[in-house]
Each structure stands twice: as structure tokens, then as C-alpha cells.
């Protein structure tokens, strides 16, 4: 018999007790602790910037070159694309749960290398990234300031020059990125009609920023093979590239016949801007620089947290006066409430079920053999979730608050067996406790297979449903494993020691309580008995209560995973198609003010140019509503649903923009939004317009379902554009080349860039562009001119 050993050997149980229990408490200071398991499929992106370009160009030039070469790499689940009007392309390529991420890079790499000698020289100049994409954005740092010095651009910069590289350290962190990024730029604001009374074309402003702004490799004097009495060796510097906008202005673009020169300053403003002005960043209406920050899918959420949370406090001793920072947005606050709260359940579960056994066992050393072996299958079981990959989270946990009423039963078993048999043949303890083992031992091994074998197949469920089901049965499962092995080993050992016929007898203050249990027992009895009596209607009512199951489940709404109150909602923010980015921030500016007064909000980020949903977008914009503490919003008008549908109400009656309210997904990363997500998918290569159109009649159809509420899309395909007509006969018959004119147009009307400058120790870009009154309206491109191969002008 297997507890044989472990009775007449006490010691040796607790020695395995006390591993098992060590091997877990080590695991729990190792374990990850996230809200859910990663079930997020893995993600990797690859953005490009075509400057200037339509998104229908972007996605004949750049996209399908890319897509056709990324399309079968290895793991890949779907490629889901965007192209916008202000010139960026993402490619977000979706990979099989369990995928190696660093592998998936690397194959994407590797095939998007292959793809790139397809794509305009404009965008293989600016560079094809490639990189692992976290959809579960972490946590959000807002820099700020009541120095007016300190502008957007200025926090903007900050934030890229000195936080965000430090932040991306941290272990855990995927990305630390900058929303409404407005990285410095040499910005050159041409002004055509002086170039065109000067006779300078966009292309000799080009080629004279790359000639004179450069790095020269100017070699050294006296460098090997040198004189035989050569002594000295020296490197030559040289002028290199270009720093102040001064430096800039007084680029060459041509000299004269009389000794004279046309600058750069003569036919433009030139100052140190933004790379690019799609997007703006506000903190309860202020300029910030907002930092967000992007966890690794098996990365610790609240250790990385932390980390974040530290390496800003030490970071924040080095700002310039008046520069200060918050963290609005952490979506930790939610996870560490959560568990602490599943942890209180998790102990007031065990508190319980000692307090009832005590009751029925009535003695406090019969008490202490199934309370010490609860700690260690639920201990022991973090040993076993460390070995499994998994992490601390809901689901892990509610496992074992459901595992408590499991492994407590072998224990009790065993103590009631020994009790009986010490009891009614009054046998030594050993003995007793021998002859109790031999009854029950068969009995807890079959126990324990039957419980595994309703649990164990539910790990090997598919999908992501069965990755959160194979956490929450894998640990009831250890755990039941290892409460078996426990009451074969640690309980009779227990019982070998702290029990005997003397020390058996109930507490008397506790007598009342038998009594009670006995008449329960005797009712239950009779209640019994009596219904084996009329065993034909007891079937009828089992009958009728497996038609009331059905319909039930048939009926009760279903859902993946309730919402909950993470601590905020999203605002997604949409104007008319074309809309300017002015305009945009107007409207955020409303909307923050009437967020603003809402008693259950605490801050409000505003980002214009993106939207989770719409992606960028001079007419899109983000909102990120942050609610007071859940302990000030006690009462139901500043619950969650509560607040959704107040400020929904508010913002639909905008006339300007249409903005919809949500809650964030239940599962981070998973989704953008609470509910779900529908494609629609043109296999046939229709035209845009006509998948427009489909697409409005299912969102009128959906609508009109009582299941459904707040179906919407941001796709649109009737955005308000021009089209540019080139008389191609005209052109060639007056010596002009097209390539000319579409540079013109894409220098002036789109940011062109030329090569880079450095200053603060980094490396920026030089892009020039026309001034803003010269390219308002259709109008503006009759102070547009090309020279032709004779120098005549023509427009």
C-alpha cells in the first residue's frame, strides 16, 4: 500500500509536503501576472511614408508590392492593410496563437527585403519598417507644462530625445512611442511665385540641399603609407552638414554671370519645424508630449509597470524647470484590483471551508490535517502553472478559488475514515489509521481520475476560447493531482501524529451544532424517502427542469467575455471625409470640454490625426476618457454604462463630428473595442465605391437587428479628392518631362524629403514644402512652373 511508508514514516511526508510548497512559493515570485492569458494573436507591422501620395497610390505602389511577397510566410493567419491620404502605409500581418514573434520579424524581414527594389525611390529613401506589434497598449506618460516656451513641439521632442529610448529598455517593454509625434524638421517653405521670378526650379533646390548639405570623408595628412621622417598624423576636417536654419538659408542655389548668387533665403523661409503636423497630442486641453507605452505579449503587466513607473521618477529629476509628467492612463490599476480581489475570494474560501469543517469535524486537531493540506495543493500548483508557461491572471485564479471545495475532500476522507475506525474498534492510531488508508486509498485514486478526466480534455479545446480554458482545468488539475498525493502521504502522516482515541473527542460547546446535524440528517432522510416513493413524478420534474436547462441556454444572451469597468473609455472621434486637421482640433477641443464636466471622469487625452478605429486621418481623432476612482463612483449614475451612454448622448448631438463612445475590450489587445468586429471582403476587385455601397446596406441592416446597436464603419471611399490632369502631349511637345512636374507638384503640394541635418546629438530630416497660402486651393497651382530642356517656362 502507498501510504504504508508515509504512516510509519511521517517525516518523509512532510519533507515532500515542504518541497512542494517551496517549489511553488519560488514560482509565484517568477510567475507573470496579466489580466488574461496571451491568447492575442501575434502581430507584426510594417509601416512606409510616401509623402504626398493619395491612398489609392499608396496602395497600388506600396502596399500590393509588399503584400505579394509577405503573402504564405510562415504562420500567418491574414494580412490586414491601410493606406491613408496623408501618406502612410501599415501592413499588419496576423500570425497563428504560439508563434515565435522574434521568428515572425525576422520572416517578414526577409520577405519584405524582397519587395523593396519594387517600391518608389521615395519610400525606400525614408525606410520600410518592420517591427513586432503590441496591440495591448500598457499604460500612457503625459509631459506638460505652464511654460508657454514649452510648446507641442518642444514636449513632443522631449519625450522622443530623452524618454522614450530609456523607456524602451525596460525589460517587457515592446515600444514606447509618442502619439502626435512632432519630431524636428528642417523645414523649407517655398514660395514658387519668387522662385519663378528668380527662374529657380524644385529640382536645383534639390540638387544644391544635397550637394552642400553633406558629411564629407575629407581623409588625413600624413596617414600610411607617409615619409620616412613623417612624425605627425592628422585628420582633415571639413564643413559638413548644415545645422541653424541660417546655415540653410545661405545655400547656393545658382551664381550669376555678374558674380552675384541666388540663396536659398531668396526663395524660401526656412525654419526648424515638424517632420510632419498629421497629428497633435492634448492633456485636459494643454499641449503634452503622450507617451504610450506597449507591453511584450509574456511580459509581467504590473512588474513592467512598475519599472515604467520607476524609471520616470529617476528620469524626472533631470527635466528643465517648469517640465512635469503624469500617468493618466494605466491599465495595471485595473489588474492589481482585480486580483487583489479574486485573492480576498481565494481566502475567504479557505476560511470557509475551515470553519465548516471544524463545525461537522468538531475538534481542532482532526481541523488541522485537511487546513495544512489545502496551502499545499494550491501552493504546489504555482510550480506547475510556472512549468506550463502560464501566468498569474483571472482565469489561473479562479481555477484555484474553484480548486479549494476539490482538494479539500481527500483530506477529509481520510480524517473521517481514521475518526470511524478509531471510534467503533478502538484500535492504536497507526493501526487505525493503517486499516483506513487500505478502505479509502482505491477510492481518492479513483476520485482524483475521474476529476481529471473531466478536466483534463477541456485543455485540448482549439482556438482562443480553449487557450483560456486549457489555464483554468490545467490548474484545477494540478491542483487535484497534487491534493491525491497529499492524501496519501501528508494526511495519514498527519493523522500519525496529532491524532489518537483521546484526542477525538468533540468540543462540547459545539454539541448544539451536532444536534442540528442530526435532525438535518434525519429530515434529509425522510425527504428522501418519500420521494422514492413517487419516483414517476420526481421524473416528471427532472424532466421539466432539463427542458427549462435547454431553453435557458438556448435564451440567456452569450458572449466571450463580459465588459468590465477598466477605469475609462475610448472616444472615437470622425469628421467629413476631407475635413482639415484645424478643424479636428476644434472639435476634440468641444468634446474635452464637455467631458470636462462630467462628474465621473477625472482627465481627458485628446489625439487628433488617429483613431484606434479609423487609423490616421486628418479627420480622425482619439479620445482617452479616464474615470475617477471606482471607490468615488459608488453610485449607478457614475457606473460605466452609465457614463457611456450620458456622454454618448452628449457628443451624437455634435453637429460638426460624429463621435462614438465605447468600452474598451474585455481582454486587452484583443479587439479595439468592446463587441466584435465584421470584414467585408471584395474577392472580385470591384471598385471601391461599389464595396461602399454593400457595405452601408449590411451596417442599415444591422442596425435594424434588435441583437445589434452602434454598428458602424470608418471605411469610406467618397472622400472628396482632385484629380490632376497632364496634357502628356502638351508637356513632351514643349520639352518638359513628366517626371519634372511630378516632382514639382510633389515638393510643393506633399513635404519632400532631401537628406538630414544633425543637432542635440540626433539626426533629423530636411524635407521642403511649399508655404501654406500656396497651396490652400486649386487656384494655388498657377504659381507652379517647370522649365523645359530650352529654360522656357511653362505652368
Given amino acids: 500500500m502507498i501510504s504504508k511508508t508515509f504512516i510509519y514514516r511521517p517525516k518523509l511526508a512532510l519533507v515532500i509536503s515542504i518541497v512542494i510548497t517551496l517549489a511553488g512559493l519560488i514560482a509565484m515570485t517568477q510567475l507573470p501576472v496579466n489580466m488574461y492569458p496571451q491568447i492575442t ?77 519594387f517600391l518608389p525611390q521615395e519610400v525606400r529613401r525614408q525606410g520600410v519598417s518592420v517591427k513586432k506589434m503590441s496591440s495591448n497598449m500598457l499604460m500612457g506618460v503625459s509631459l506638460y507644462s505652464d511654460n508657454p516656451d514649452m510648446d507641442s513641439s518642444f514636449l513632443s521632442n522631449y519625450a522622443t530625445n530623452y524618454l522614450t529610448e530609456p523607456l524602451s529598455r525596460i525589460p517587457g517593454v515592446a515600444e514606447a512611442s509618442v502619439m502626435g509625434d512632432l519630431t524636428y524638421s528642417m523645414r523649407v517653405w517655398l514660395r514658387p511665385d519668387k522662385m519663378a521670378s528668380l527662374g529657380v526650379t524644385v529640382v536645383e533646390v534639390k540638387t544644391a540641399l544635397e550637394e552642400q548639405n553633406t558629411l564629407v570623408a575629407a581623409g588625413k595628412l600624413g596617414a600610411s603609407p607617409a615619409l620616412p621622417n613623417q612624425q605627425f598624423e592628422y585628420a ?148 506547475a502553472m510556472l512549468a506550463m508557461g502560464f501566468s498569474i491572471n483571472l482565469i489561473t485564479l479562479f481555477g484555484l478559488v474553484l480548486a479549494i471545495g476539490i482538494v479539500v475532500d481527500d483530506a477529509i476522507i481520510v480524517i473521517e475514515n481514521v475518526e470511524r475506525i478509531l471510534r467503533e474498534e478502538k484500535l492504536p492510531i497507526k493501526d487505525a489509521v493503517f486499516k483506513a488508508m487500505s478502505q479509502v486509498g482505491g477510492p481518492i485514486i479513483a476520485t482524483t481520475l475521474v476529476l481529471l478526466a473531466v478536466f483534463v480534455p477541456v485543455g485540448f479545446m482549439p482556438g482562443i476560447t480553449g487557450e483560456l480554458y486549457k489555464q483554468f482545468s490545467v490548474t484545477i488539475s494540478f491542483a487535484v493531482l497534487i491534493s491525491s498525493v497529499n492524501a496519501l502521504t501528508l494526511s495519514p502522516a498527519l493523522c500519525t501524529l496529532l491524532l489518537s482515541a483521546e484526542k477525538m473527542k468533540p468540543i462540547k460547546w459545539l454539541r448544539p451544532f451536532e444536534n442540528v446535524i442530526t435532525s438535518s440528517t434525519k429530515g434529509y432522510t425522510g425527504i428522501i424517502g418519500f420521494l422514492l416513493k413517487r419516483a414517476g413524478r420526481i421524473g416528471i420534474i427532472v424532466v421539466v427542469l432539463f427542458v427549462a436547462t435547454g431553453w435557458l441556454a438556448k435564451n440567456v444572451p452569450t458572449g466571450f467575455v463580459p465588459p468590465e469597468d477598466q477605469g475609462f473609455v475610448f472616444v472615437d472621434i470622425q469628421l467629413p471625409d476631407a475635413a482639415a486637421l484645424g478643424r479636428t482640433d476644434a472639435v476634440v477641443q468641444k468634446i474635452g470640454d464637455i467631458i470636462a464636466q462630467d462628474p465621473a471622469t477625472a482627465d481627458f487625452v485628446g489625439v487628433s490625426g488617429f483613431s484606434l478605429l479609423g487609423g490616421a486621418g486628418s479627420n480622425n481623432a482619439l479620445g482617452i476618457v479616464v474615470l475617477k476612482d471606482w471607490e468615488e463612483r459608488t453610485t449607478a449614475e457614475l457606473s460605466i454604462n452609465q457614463v457611456i451612454s450620458r456622454l454618448q448622448g452628449q457628443l451624437w448631438a455634435l453637429p460638426d463630428a460624429q463621435a462614438m463612445v465605447f468600452n474598451v475590450p474585455p481582454i486587452p489587445g484583443l479587439g479595439a473595442s468592446s463587441g466584435f468586429e465584421y470584414r467585408l471582403l471584395d474577392s472580385e476587385g470591384r471598385d471601391a465605391a461599389e464595396l461602399a455601397g454593400v457595405m452601408n446596406g449590411l451596417i442599415y441592416e444591422a442596425n435594424s437587428r434588435p441583437e445589434l446597436q452602434s454598428v458602424f464603419s470608418t471605411f469610406r471611399a467618397n472622400s472628396p479628392q482632385y484629380f490632376l490632369e497632364v496634357d502628356r502631349n502638351k508637356a513632351k511637345a514643349q520639352g518638359i518631362t513628366l517626371g519634372n512636374i511630378f516632382l514639382t507638384l510633389q515638393a510643393q503640394l506633399g513635404s519632400l524629403y532631401i537628406n538630414d541635418f544633425n543637432q542635440f546629438g540626433r539626426t533629423y530630416q530636411v524635407n521642403i514644402q511649399a508655404e501654406a497660402e500656396y497651396r490652400a486651393k486649386p487656384e494655388d497651382l498657377q504659381y507652379y512652373y517647370v522649365r523645359n530642356n530650352q529654360g522656357i517656362w511653362c505652368r
Fill in 41 to 117: 494573436p501575434p502581430q507584426v507591422q510594417v509601416s512606409a511614408f510616401y509623402a504626398g501620395a493619395s491612398a489609392q497610390t499608396i496602395e497600388e505602389t506600396v502596399i500590393r508590392p509588399i503584400e505579394e511577397k509577405i503573402n504564405g510566410v510562415e504562420g500567418m493567419m491574414y494580412i490586414e492593410s491601410t493606406s491613408s491620404n496623408n501618406g502612410s502605409a501599415t501592413i499588419t500581418v496576423y500570425f497563428e496563437v504560439g508563434t515565435d514573434t522574434d521568428m515572425a520579424q525576422v520572416n517578414v524581414q526577409n520577405r519584405v527585403s524582397l519587395a523593396e527594389p
Fill in 236 to 383: 582633415i576636417q571639413a564643413q559638413g552638414r548644415f545645422i541653424t536654419p541660417q546655415e540653410f538659408g545661405e545655400t547656393i542655389i545658382r551664381s550669376n554671370l555678374d558674380g552675384d548668387f541666388v540663396r536659398l533665403k531668396d526663395i524660401a523661409r526656412v525654419e526648424r519645424g515638424a517632420k510632419s503636423y498629421a497629428g497633435t497630442a492634448k492633456l485636459n486641453q494643454q499641449d503634452t508630449g503622450f507617451i504610450v507605452i506597449y507591453q511584450l505579449s509574456d511580459a509581467n503587466a504590473t512588474e513592467v509597470a512598475e519599472k515604467v513607473k520607476a524609471r520616470m521618477e529617476e528620469l524626472s529629476k533631470q527635466f528643465p524647470d517648469g517640465l512635469e509628467y503624469k500617468i493618466p492612463y494605466d491599465t495595471t490599476k485595473f489588474i492589481n484590483r482585480s486580483i487583489e480581489e479574486v485573492k480576498v475570494t481565494l481566502f475567504q474560501a479557505v476560511g470557509l471551508v475551515i470553519l465548516v469543517v471544524f463545525l461537522f469535524l468538531q475538534n481542532w486537531r482532526a481541523t488541522l490535517v485537511p487546513t495544512l493540506a489545502i496551502p499545499v495543493s494550491l501552493i504546489g500548483t504555482f510550480a
